[in-house]
């Protein structure tokens, strides 16, 4: 038990050690500046007793709220950058909202398989325990896939989101 | 380090994330109070045909380079209270649950369910009367099925508010029971709407906590959970949208019991060979009479009493008293010159019962 022990704290070790310096690349390089905020949408009344759809950072969510995940990017690069992808994983405890990935000048693919192959929503299937196959719905969802269309030329910046229900 | 390491340690993570997916999320009404909810995009890209080291991305209200884009999942309070009776529950004027026996509790059953994701609530619970009915109970009283049962046991469901109500799925309900005592003069018909009010109270220790604020100042994303409600608005007039509390109402119906009551007699034997129906009504013949208690209400008639003076002038008591199958219970009868006297303990709505006895002609 302790030898088992031992290794796998060895072993978190090697990782964390790895983490620290895939990350301490990643932002020594800074090439692309990569930021992602999480808001939520309030609907509150102007002086004309209008209603006026605000986004506010995420700070009451319970169950049941949908929040608004917004990636923003900006290429530092000096040289034109190709095959730019931006891939979410849909975070834990939440459903993905049809129909809600926005992205300009992105193919937007999704996948029902932690990422391993991705599709259109309307090509997705997903494969019952009976080995039958139905359309994927939002739950199934696992991953959202953003592939930039053409190359990004230095100082190009952008956004893409998607939103989410917390279950 | 070797593959089979690597494989053991595979399996031992694999085992420990299962284990946790299973613990918060397989059976909780909502993501549970206080759960943390990370996301992090990845971009890939290449420069020159050279694919370049993937970035995380940065939450950019937090201090760090890398971090997660984060919130706490806040307290949701949230609560249904459902009337469980198919139809307006009947009730005789009268019905206290005391005396005279039998004379059961008058009770409204309701369903309270906790929606919210706190891990327990307490709830305290009120009833509400309501103008524009008929009456109101002279008392009401307010009992958690303990035992989860189903029906009202007096002396058993004593507990008067909720205490500890899990929000796992399948634990989050609790059956309360509404005891209403009705007087005696109310009429058939009558009813009463008594709404059960429901009201989140702090749980995580026995007894009744303290009653649950909702949070109104500021929240950080990250902060401690704070307490937001989400529960619809309910019948009772006091119950609005979003105020910690739900409400339902249930109805009593008075119905009450009337009985028809017809006598016949017929001389049954005249002492000189006649017989019914031609025996002869001479002295020392034998009189059969008859009482006829039918119950035309919808109610079953209990604790049936009735006396008959009898003619004892010309008439002389014999007794040979019968009851027909229409007259449930223990029946019982008794002779106080001049009254007959005789109690049935039940009638059923519909039903008639039959009393005879004999007399003779003086």
Redesign the interface.
């Known amino acids: 038990m302790s030898k088992h022990f031992l290794t796998i704290t060895k072993a978190l070790c090697v990782f964390l050690l790895a983490s620290v310096f895939t990350m301490g690349n990643a932002n020594t390089s800074n090439a692309i500046e990569l930021t992602s905020i999480v808001e939520l949408e309030v609907v509150t009344l102007d002086e004309q007793g209008n209603e006026v759809v605000k986004r506010v950072p995420a700070e009451k969510v319970t169950p049941g709220s949908e929040v608004i995940y917004t990636t923003r990017f900006k290429y530092n690069g000096s040289e034109s950058a190709e095959n730019v992808v931006i891939s979410n994983p849909i975070p834990e405890h939440t459903v993905y909202k049809q129909g809600s990935a926005s992205g300009q000048d992105t193919e937007i693919l999704f996948s029902v398989d932690e990422g391993k192959t991705f599709q259109t929503s309307s090509q997705l299937q997903v494969t019952e325990s009976d080995g039958s196959k139905r359309v994927a719905v939002a739950k199934d969802y696992t991953d959202i896939r953003w592939t930039y269309r053409g190359q990004l030329q230095p100082g190009d910046e952008g956004s893409v989101e998607f939103r989410v229900v917390l279950q | ?1 070797s593959t089979l ?2 494989k ?2 595979l399996k ?1 993570l694999i085992g420990v994330s299962l284990i946790l997916g299973f613990s918060t ?1 397989a059976f909780a ?3 549970p109070s206080g ?1 943390q ?13 050279v ?11 937090q201090g760090g ?2 971090d997660a ?8 309070i949230d609560v249904t209270v459902a009337w469980q009776d198919a139809s307006n529950v009947q009730v005789a004027a009268g019905q206290d649950g005391v005396t005279p026996v039998p004379n059961p509790p008058a009770v409204l059953t309701f369903l309270v369910t906790n929606e919210g ?1 706190a891990a327990v609530q307490d709830f305290q619970l009120s009833t509400e009367n309501f103008g524009g009915d008929d009456f109101d109970p002279t008392a009401i009283s307010i009992f958690v099925d303990s035992n989860a049962n189903g029906s009202y046991e007096p002396g058993v469901d004593t507990a008067t508010f909720i205490d500890e109500l899990s929000s796992t799925v399948g634990t989050n309900s609790i059956t309360v029971f509404v005891v209403g005592s009705i007087a005696a003069i109310q009429t058939n018909g009558q009813t009463s709407d008594i709404a059960l009010i429901a009201t989140a109270h702090d749980g995580g220790a026995a007894g009744l906590g303290a009653l649950t604020a909702e ?1 109104t100042g ?4 990250l ?1 401690a959970p ?1 307490v ?1 409600f ?1 529960d619809a608005a309910g019948t009772a007039v006091i119950d609005i949208v979003t105020d910690g509390e739900h409400s339902d109402t249930g109805t009593y119906v008075v119905v009450t019991t009337s009985v028809t009551v017809n006598k016949t007699s017929q001389v049954t034997d005249d002492g000189v060979g006649g017989t019914a129906p031609t025996a002869k009504a001479i002295p020392g013949a034998t009189v059969t009479y008859t009482i006829s208690i039918e119950n035309t209400g919808t109610q079953v008639a209990t604790g049936i009493a009735a006396t008959d003076p009898i003619d004892v002038t010309n008439l002389t008591f014999v007794g040979n008293v019968t009851f027909d199958a229409g007259c449930g219970g223990a029946t019982s009868s008794s002779f106080t010159s001049p009254n007959f006297t005789f109690n049935v303990p039940t009638i059923a709505a519909g039903a008639t019962c039959n009393v005879t006895f004999e007399v003779t002609i003086n």
């Open positions: 380090m390491n690597l053991h340690i031992v999320n009404v909502g993501t759960t909810v990370d996301n992090q995009a990845t971009i890939t890209f290449s420069v020159g045909g694919a370049q080291v993937p970035v995380t991305s940065d939450d950019p209200n380079t890398n884009t984060s919130f706490i999942v806040d307290t949701k994701n949070d500021n929240d950080t994303a902060g704070q937001a989400a």
